[in-house]
């Protein structure tokens, strides 16, 4: 829809074109200005890392996610599934269908057979 709107402009306004370039010069200023803060920022943090305390060092792990939780929410996102349905695929109570488990194998680096398997009762 933004750029139909770009495209539009163009035939409209006969600046449109240099507003357009403007535009774009702005947006790839904003996204390096962004990239050199993140990287200042992960810099100062590597120095500043050196002066925490051990209580500090502490309370910076506990604000980072259980592994477990990571874990849970890295299928989620890869499955565009809920964390919900995730849980309930590790305890058992459902099982993801097979595009989902060959994309969790994939992701894994697995094979779907050692992730899933079959379950020797139901075969009987």
């Not at 006969?14 to 200005?33: E, G, N, T, V, W």
């Not at 849970?72 to 809920?82: F, K, L, Q, S």
Request: glycine share 2%.
């Amino acid at each position: 829809m933004f750029v139909l709107y770009q495209i539009i402009l163009l035939y409209l306004h006969p600046f449109s074109m240099q507003l357009c370039l403007d535009y774009l010069k702005l947006a790839a200023k904003i996204r390096l200005i962004f990239n050199i803060t993140k990287l200042y920022s992960n810099f100062f943090k590597i120095i500043f890392m050196k002066q925490m305390t051990f209580a500090d060092l502490y309370y910076e792990a506990r604000r980072k996610p259980h592994p477990s939780v990571a874990f849970i929410a890295e299928i989620a996102e890869v499955t565009h599934r809920t964390q919900i349905a995730v849980r309930k695929w590790i305890s058992g109570e459902n099982t993801p269908d097979y595009n989902v488990q060959q994309i969790i194998a994939r992701h894994l680096n697995m094979p779907r057979e050692q992730l899933f398997p079959k379950n020797e009762a139901n075969n009987g």
